[in-house]
């Protein structure tokens, strides 16, 4: 008969003993996902362009710890935490870093989850080459570096691991009313090489898994449409919840594609997470 104790059958979504790697460490997404997996018992290392501000969401994180979770029966363990400097476009940057990580925290880095990346409006016909060849370096090259670098210790040892990379609905549908071809591009090559490296890996036993967001009203998010009403109100009215995320509606799927329990056998998906934008 098979097991079914309750251990065997209901997912565990803590994360004691693991390091996760968060680029994009010091942007709005990640404060909020970060502060979710330290509530789990993962040590963070917070990665980013800009080192001091990386440094502060690093020191913002570990305070939240002490003053949020100590003492919580359900949070027994805080992890510890580091800030790191690195352009995940350059694949020098990230082979350095992520060793340096992996030293620094006396472990081999387990969970990756790559939120780093940009986006530019311009209209196609006029797309500045130096521009496009830079955002497509850091959002798609940058994605397949750091997801190199993390699976390669992994593999020389043994050990399994999950990736989520950070994509958007943008890699399936074309947004509007603001053009942006290049991110798009850059996106839907995320999800595709989510679903290669899922099928390379597989017999590593690396899950990889992409969370493709819609529009999230992050600070960067609150800059762009303050001022233009009409902005939030074209996105919006194609979303049938009729209004943006919080970057807590997120940290479920996280807590899922990073499961070992909860999505031992999902690998190679896209999840979309979009209030119902892909529908209309």
């Known amino acids: 008969m098979a097991d079914l104790s309750y251990e065997n059958i209901v997912p565990s979504f803590r994360l004691d ?3 996760a790697i968060v680029t994009g460490g010091s942007g709005g997404l990640a404060s909020v996902v970060s502060r979710a997996l330290m509530a789990k018992g993962a040590e963070i290392a917070l990665v980013d362009m800009n080192l001091e501000r990386t440094k502060k969401a690093a020191q913002e994180l570990e305070q939240w710890g002490q003053e949020v979770l100590k003492g919580r029966a359900d949070a027994p ?5 580091s800030a790191w400097s690195c352009n995940i476009g350059s694949f020098e940057d990230v082979e350095q870093v992520f060793t340096n990580i992996n030293e620094k925290h006396d472990k081999i880095a387990d969970l990756l989850i790559n939120s780093a990346g940009y986006c530019e409006n311009y209209a196609a016909e006029e797309y500045p080459s130096m521009n496009a060849e830079q955002l497509m370096r850091v959002n798609s090259l940058g994605a397949f570096y750091v997801a190199q670098m993390f699976a390669r210790p992994l593999i020389a040892n043994n050990k399994p691991g999950s990736i989520i990379l950070i994509g958007s609905m943008s890699g399936t549908v074309v947004n509007d009313p ?7 591009m850059a996106k839907a090559g995320v999800i595709h090489l989510t679903r ?4 390379e890996w597989a017999k590593y036993n690396i899950r990889v898994n992409t969370l493709s967001p819609g529009y999230i009203l992050t600070p960067l998010t609150r800059n762009v449409i303050s001022g233009h009403s009409e902005m939030k109100d074209a996105w919006e009215s194609k979303i049938p919840m009729n209004r943006m995320a919080e970057s807590k509606e997120f940290v479920g799927s996280i807590l899922y594609l990073a499961s070992d329990t909860a999505s031992s056998y999902t690998t190679g998906h896209n999840l979309v997470v979009d209030g119902g934008y892909e529908c209309w």
Do not use: E, F, K, M
């Open 196 to 199: 290669s490296l899922a099928c």
């Open 77 to 81: 363990v805080i992890g510890a935490v």
């Open 17 to 19: 003993g693991r390091l």
């Open 178 to 184: 603001q053009p942006q071809c290049i991110y798009n």
